[in-house]
């Protein structure tokens, strides 16, 4: 019941993802950008397909710097390690046990956290759920959410859905976030395209905040 040995897939693209039903622009003086479960337990699943995820941690981790520039909420949301059966609950049905201590809990060192991230506890699949996260964005005055991470069809796209009902608009980044495989990456953004939030590219996100940074250098 572990998690399975991920194989390598071909990136979905933007083109095989149905149009958003919604026009939203994104807004960085409105997002925070959301780095959902890049810790060790998870990404060692992708021993078989390293490129695919490399590829994937450097899309993140482009996204992060425009945020460290532009003061944007980065948030990180960790599994703990050796949760008791209490707290496991009806995950450990489908997961067995969960992470262990030590390496298993720690973000990969490609995108450990930084001094003034934040770091949020998880206890299920979305990112919402037994979480403050909701408070947290409200009290940086943030209302837009870009989903990072894994996995796209697991915690991504529940969070992106449960963000939606919490009155806050997820951007899902396509080429930001990984799965088990291409069908359900393409499920999960199908999802969240047709249902609850916008499906958008690391480039494109990346334009709108170099746009923001260049705007703001100009003005200092």
């Known amino acids: 019941m572990a998690i399975?040995?991920?194989?390598?897939y071909t990136m979905p693209v933007r083109s095989e993802i149905p149009d958003n039903r919604v026009d939203w622009q994104l807004d960085p003086t409105?997002?925070?950008?959301?780095?959902?479960?890049?810790?060790?337990?998870?990404?060692?699943?992708?021993?078989d397909a390293p490129e695919m995820i490399s590829s994937v941690i450097d899309n993140i981790g482009s996204l992060r710097e425009r945020a460290a520039e532009l003061g944007i909420p980065v948030v990180y949301t960790m599994q703990p390690g050796d949760q008791h059966p209490s707290r496991r609950g009806i995950l450990a049905d489908f997961w067995g046990p969960g992470l262990g201590t030590g390496r298993d809990t720690q973000i990969i060192d490609a995108l450990a956290p930084r001094p003034g991230d934040i770091e949020v506890t998880k206890w299920r699949y979305s990112a919402f759920q037994r979480t403050d996260l909701r408070?947290?964005?409200?009290?940086?005055?943030?209302?837009?959410?870009?989903?990072?991470?894994?996995?796209?069809?697991?915690?991504?796209?529940?969070?992106?859905?449960?963000?939606?009902?919490?009155d806050v608009r997820?951007?899902?980044?396509?080429?930001?976030?990984?799965?088990?495989?291409?069908?359900?990456?393409?499920?999960?953004?199908?999802?969240?395209?047709?249902?609850?939030?916008?499906?958008v590219t690391t480039e494109e996100v990346g334009l709108v905040l170099e746009r923001k940074a260049v705007a703001a250098g100009a003005v200092r």
């Open 30 to 47: 409105r997002a925070a950008l959301l780095v959902h479960d890049m810790q060790n337990y998870f990404i060692d699943a992708y021993i």
């Open 170 to 199: 997820p951007f899902l980044v396509l080429d930001a976030t990984a799965d088990f495989s291409r069908e359900e990456h393409i499920l999960a953004a199908t999802y969240a395209a047709k249902r609850c939030g916008a499906v």
């Open 135 to 166: 408070e947290l964005l409200g009290h940086h005055g943030r209302d837009q959410l870009i989903v990072t991470g894994v996995y796209a069809h697991m915690g991504c796209m529940l969070s992106a859905a449960e963000a939606f009902m919490s």
């Open 4 to 8: 399975p040995r991920i194989p390598s």
